[in-house]
């Protein structure tokens, strides 16, 4: 069967969304401007509040008005939020800057998922969606890996040049959510926005899976993606900022490759035990890492994204299973909102951990609340094993 247009365009919107060359030292950039870990950190806070308080409407919006006008909405505000950055004199511009990338995410979250799986649903291909959620996932994470490398070269020279630069590939994006077309599949529209909700909160509550899989996936992406953030300052105490970068690199080429095995993956194994397996990985390496700094310990934390991939698929494909149509971008967006709400937390929790007692200490506090979600994920495979 024939791959919709919109799959070889997403293609390009992944690479060029996430070719940011301050990735994974953005952290070190928001400390110099700020002044503290605790108010550095407390810009990603700001921008997961912004998400989480724009998720459900934009969820909303998806489902009723198209995706093509979301995807582009998202665009608009991604060149928004790096531009804003770049300017970056103060905290309060950051403070701005935050707001329009959490809108730029609670657009593009639900959202995207939803175009691709009714992009492939109009062709014929709905259940390869796994399989082209792991390949096009994977180009997020090449390009993070071309960014991140380059990026640390360049921010020993010049921080500001680096944002600035990072703002031209978002406005890429932006050009080509313009060629992006609805996929002619049929929605039934609720007129009611507050049935809508209602409808979507009632599956949340009855479906045991979805709420089970959900409370997991907000627990391991909330600390996960702190601690993925705050890393790059505990990497400075061992590396020079230069060869961060390098680390990072290592990190997302592992990501990458693990997004485009992902479906073959998922085929062979249970997708429950596999974000286990992937959670109880990491916490393990990364607590040997933090407690035994070395020189390895980066190159060591960067092994644990080989199973970050196939886990965001696999918690992905297991919940696309369970939601209905009319709710699919809703039920995503309710999750996402989870996630943002917890990230918003931990993260600025962990930037006033890290000014008291160091960033070795406080990413070992970070793999002990990971457990929790391992735990949860543990009970989504009792129930599997019951059903």
């Avoid at 403070?95 to 990338?101: E, N, R, V």
């Avoid at 009611?192 to 899989?213: E, G, P, T």
């Avoid at 959670?279 to 700094?293: C, E, G, Q, W």
Wanted: glycine share 6%; proline share 2%; hydrophobic share 50%.
């Amino acid at each position: 069967m024939s791959v919709h247009k919109n799959v070889r365009l997403l293609a390009w919107f992944n690479f060029f969304t996430d070719f940011k060359l301050y990735a994974g030292i953005l952290i070190i950039y928001f400390t110099q401007i700020t002044g503290s870990l605790a108010l550095g950190m407390s810009i990603f806070s700001i921008s997961s509040i912004s998400h989480a308080i724009f998720e459900v409407p934009t969820g909303i919006f998806s489902d009723r008005i198209g995706r093509k006008n979301t995807i582009t909405l998202g665009a608009l505000c991604s060149v928004l939020y790096a531009v804003v950055f770049a300017i970056g004199t103060s905290y309060w511009i950051l403070f701005l800057g935050a707001i329009f990338f959490g809108l730029s995410e609670a657009f593009y979250s639900g959202n995207n998922d939803a175009l691709l799986h009714d992009s492939l649903k109009e062709t014929g291909n709905k259940h390869e969606y796994a399989a082209y959620l792991g390949k096009l996932s994977s180009l997020f994470q090449a390009a993070l890996a071309i960014s991140a490398l380059i990026g640390s070269i360049i921010a020993s020279y010049s921080f500001s040049l680096v944002i600035w630069l990072s703002a031209f590939s978002q406005f890429i994006c932006l050009i080509i959510s313009f060629f992006i077309t609805e996929p002619k599949v049929k929605i039934q529209k609720t007129t009611n926005i507050y049935s809508h909700i209602k409808d979507a909160v009632k599956l949340f509550i009855q479906n045991k899976k979805i709420r089970f899989m959900s409370i997991g996936s907000m627990i391991s992406f909330a600390i996960g993606e702190a601690s993925f953030q705050f890393q790059a300052v505990f990497y400075k105490t061992i590396w020079p900022l230069w060869a961060i970068g390098g680390a990072k690199t290592l990190s997302y080429v592992g990501a990458a490759s693990s997004f485009y095995l992902s479906g073959k993956i998922i085929k062979k194994f249970n997708e429950v035990k596999i974000l286990i397996i992937g959670n109880l990985y990491s916490r393990i390496i990364n607590t040997i890492s933090v407690l035994l700094p070395s020189v390895i310990s980066p190159i060591l934390m960067s092994s644990t994204s080989l199973f970050y991939g196939v886990t965001k698929v696999s918690t992905s494909s297991y919940l696309q299973k369970q939601f209905t149509p009319n709710q699919r971008a809703t039920m995503e967006s309710l999750r996402s909102l989870g996630e943002s709400v917890l990230f918003a937390i931990l993260a600025f929790l962990l930037g006033l951990i890290g000014d008291n007692i160091g960033p070795a200490k406080t990413l070992f506090v970070a793999q002990i609340i990971a457990l929790i979600g391992t735990y949860i994920y543990w009970q989504t495979l009792k129930l599997e094993k019951k059903n």
